[in-house]
């Protein structure tokens, strides 16, 4: 049995004084996100709050686009977890081998990939000929 810790409650003002991360409520209730593990949830909601920090120290590509690094040890620390467990969320998320919310940039040399973290509720983009052919590319609508 785990040892149970006494926390105190929040008093007035107080609940205002932390940071939080922010997980889409999308992601949870969508059905286009019901295949999606909670651990990849969670690690789209850390990349959000990389691409907003990236945002606000101007990281933008030659296209006007928001662009992050986050190393997969920095993963494996944040989410307390091995580096099998990180390769497979980030694949879970990743434009070539999961749904798509993100697309990884290789710049090889050791260097960190380029992580661009796609909008969850884009508008709809068509699909270039070649994934159409693909029966695994579901259509997304809001």
């Known amino acids: 049995m785990q040892k149970q810790i006494y926390f105190d409650y929040f008093y007035g003002g107080e ?3 932390f940071s939080y991360y922010r997980i889409p409520k999308l992601l949870i209730t969508g059905d286009q996100f019901k295949n999606l593990s909670t651990d990849a949830k969670l690690l789209y909601g850390l990349l959000l ?3 907003s920090l990236s945002a606000k120290n101007g990281w933008y590509d ?3 686009r928001v662009y992050i690094y986050y190393p997969l040890d920095a993963v494996e620390a944040d989410l307390c977890c091995g580096h099998g467990k990180a390769v497979r969320l980030m694949a879970e998320l990743d434009s070539g081998t999961g749904i798509g919310l993100i697309e990884r940039v290789r710049q090889g040399l050791c260097k960190p990939s380029i992580i ?3 909008q969850f509720t884009s508008r709809a983009v068509p699909l270039p000929a070649a994934l159409l052919v693909n029966n695994d590319v579901e259509p997304f609508a809001l």
């Open 62 to 64: 030659s296209s006007g």
């Open 49 to 51: 709050d990389r691409m």
């Open 15 to 17: 609940s205002e004084l």
């Open 116 to 118: 661009y973290v796609k």
